[in-house]
């Protein structure tokens, strides 16, 4: 799986926007790009997923560039709930369920009030 | 609907104890993992199973871990004899999909 590279650390005033930059500059061609967060003393929380098209769901937008070597993962309308660990994850889908999720460090959101 | 559920959701115990971690995947997912998370080192796989079968245990850190699952509905990790740097919160999840996976709650393991 190609490795992502993600700020540690990012600050966001509630109600604003959170924009959240991945860079996975060797992603290949039939590799996706997902999205978890952590909240603290849970567990990982799917977000969204995408390939080349920009991805909207009720938690977030997801947009990757052309290239693909990079996206952002878009929250519209920070809360003090959206303070989480954020994971850029880049692999295959695979037609099974049961294929490896390689968490990195990630990119800790504060939301600030 | 019920999500992954583990238990204790807390353990302390002393080294050289067994200590068994519970799991109950989501009905009707076919994958369960167990993942460790620690602040050295992050969120690790341990292991996974696709229809009560493990596929990949590569990520079992020495032969004092162990994982079952005998039936769809539940899994253990086990480790024997404990040592305190098996502290950490060990995470179970499942899935149907490729895309995702869903987390339980954790199991926060202290081992003095």
């Known amino acids: 799986d190609a490795k992502t590279t993600q700020p540690p650390s990012m600050d966001c005033a509630e109600g604003r926007a959170a924009n959240l930059p991945c860079n996975h500059s060797t992603i290949s061609g039939n590799e996706y790009v997902y999205w978890y967060r952590q909240i603290h003393s849970q567990g990982p929380q799917y977000i969204i997923h995408?390939?080349?098209n920009n991805e909207t769901n009720e938690m977030a937008s997801l947009i990757i560039t052309e290239d693909r070597k990079s996206s952002t993962l878009i929250l519209p309308h920070a809360t003090l709930r959206d303070t989480a660990v954020y994971y850029c994850?880049?692999?295959?889908?695979?037609?099974?369920?049961?294929?490896?999720?390689?968490f990195g460090p990630g990119t800790s959101l504060s939301v600030i009030p | 609907d019920a999500g992954v559920i583990q238990s204790p959701r807390h353990e302390v115990t002393e080294m050289g104890q067994e200590v068994t971690l519970r799991c109950k995947p989501i009905?009707?997912?076919?994958?369960l993992f167990w993942y460790r998370q620690t602040m050295m080192r992050g969120l690790e796989l341990l292991i996974y199973f696709n229809n009560n079968v493990p596929i990949d245990d590569s990520g079992m850190p020495e032969d004092r871990f162990s994982a079952k699952m005998p039936n769809a509905s539940f899994s253990t990790l086990k480790i024997q004899p404990s040592e305190p740097r098996d502290s950490a919160v060990y995470f179970c999840?499942?899935?149907?999909?490729?895309?995702?996976?869903?987390f339980g709650d954790g199991t926060r393991l202290s081992i003095l």
């Open positions: 999840a499942s899935s149907s999909t490729p895309w995702t996976q869903h």
């Open positions: 009905s009707g997912h076919n994958s």
């Open positions: 995408g390939l080349k």
């Open positions: 994850i880049v692999r295959v889908a695979l037609e099974t369920s049961y294929d490896k999720v390689i």
